[in-house]
């Protein structure tokens, strides 16, 4: 069986995770922001409280989403630079 890595799509998934990893979080903090009011206006409301508790839970989860983005973009980037590298080794040994 006969297989082709492309490096290109390698970076091009890397890249793709990158931008996720950048905009899971952002999204939420815009998202909550638009829609609570602001703290200072009902600090001591148990809704308020309640939703401060849901909002850094969630921040933390998108957290780790986002870092294992980050962390899978970063594989992918070293495999294609590997890739590259090996064909130029080979095409170097394979030289006439």
């Known amino acids: ?3 082709e ?3 290109v799509a390698l970076r091009q998934g890397a890249a793709a995770l ?3 990893a950048d905009r899971v979080r952002g999204d939420l903090v815009a ?3 638009a829609a609570a ?3 200072s206006a009902n600090p001591d409301w148990p809704a308020t409280a ?3 508790a ?3 839970t969630i921040d933390a989860t998108l957290a780790g989403l ?3 983005c980050r962390t899978l973009a970063e594989a992918l980037s070293a495999a294609a630079l590997e890739y590259e590298r090996t064909d130029e080794n080979a095409g170097r040994r394979l030289a006439w």
Do not use: G, K
């Open 1 to 3: 069986m006969d297989f």
């Open 5 to 7: 890595v492309s490096p």
């Open 18 to 20: 990158q931008a996720l």
């Open 31 to 33: 998202t909550y922001h």
């Open 37 to 39: 009011p602001t703290r």
């Open 50 to 52: 309640a939703n401060d």
């Open 54 to 56: 849901v909002v850094i």
């Open 66 to 68: 986002a870092s294992r």
